[in-house]
């Protein structure tokens, strides 16, 4: 169990477009989703914290219009990069907890390329 | 707030060899901890975790973690490595509530020559 499924693992877009990364909890129902960016040779940063049903908490420093997050259902979180430009190019790692309280699992990432 | 340190940015071990990454934690409450590896391009698996009770914790691919509250560590450990080992190695602290988040150290890079 605790299954977490990030789509799609890898894409690649122009600049100036936008791309849409799913999380999708696939046999539990995760009240809270968090966002990670991790640049090449580097750690995790978070991004963001989303709640079923309300707006994403989004660290400082992250731009909330550039990075939209949707977290429409309990299974279900978006992160949706807007406008692209290479410097969004990362891998970008969701995860999700359990309703109530537990660790957080980890979808497998997607590798963004904007060129 | 929380941080994690791990000293170590590149480790080199023979295979057959013991292994030992260190990490150090900062939290204000009973810490909650993790040691993630990570293959070039993959997403994170974790290899075990600190919640509570006993102070040394088994994980998979016979990784052991020591959880040290007067040190404030939880090094990971390994009586001998494989090729297979070499990968990046992220420990974490964080708790399991709510919107309570997890931090990442910035990693040890693990190469293993033969």
């Known amino acids: 169990g605790a299954v977490v499924s990030q789509h799609p693992s890898r894409v690649i877009c122009k600049s100036g477009t936008s791309v849409k990364i799913e999380c999708r909890s696939l046999?539990?129902?995760?009240?809270?989703m968090f966002w990670y960016r991790q640049f090449p040779k580097k750690s995790l940063m978070l991004m963001a914290t989303?709640?079923?049903?309300?707006?994403?908490?989004?660290e400082q420093g992250v731009e909330k219009d550039k990075f939209l997050i949707n977290h429409a259902s309990l299974t279900l979180s978006t992160l949706t990069v807007t406008s692209a430009h290479p410097e969004d190019s990362s891998f970008y790692i969701c995860?999700?907890?359990?309703?109530?309280?537990?660790?957080?699992?980890f979808g497998q990432g997607t590798r963004l390329t904007v060129v | 707030a929380q941080s994690v340190t791990q000293p170590d940015i590149h480790i080199t071990v023979s295979e057959g060899a013991s292994l030992e990454l260190r990490c150090n934690y900062s939290?204000?409450?009973?810490?909650?901890l993790f040691w993630y590896v990570q293959s070039p391009g993959q997403g994170l698996q974790l290899l075990l975790k600190?919640?509570?009770?006993?102070?040394l914790v088994q994980g998979i691919k016979g990784f052991e973690a020591e959880f040290k509250r007067s040190q404030s560590s939880f090094n990971l450990r390994k009586p001998s490595v494989h090729w297979s080992d070499a990968a990046e190695y992220f420990c974490?602290?964080?708790?399991?509530?709510?919107?309570?988040?997890?931090?990442f150290g910035t990693g040890t890079r693990l190469t293993i020559i033969p």
């Open positions: 974490a602290v964080g708790a399991l509530f709510g919107n309570e988040k997890l931090t």
């Open positions: 939290y204000g409450a009973t810490p909650y």
């Open positions: 989303s709640n079923e049903g309300s707006k994403a908490t989004y």
């Open positions: 046999d539990f129902q995760a009240t809270t």
């Open positions: 600190y919640f509570s009770g006993d102070t």
């Open positions: 995860s999700a907890r359990r309703q109530g309280q537990g660790e957080a699992f």
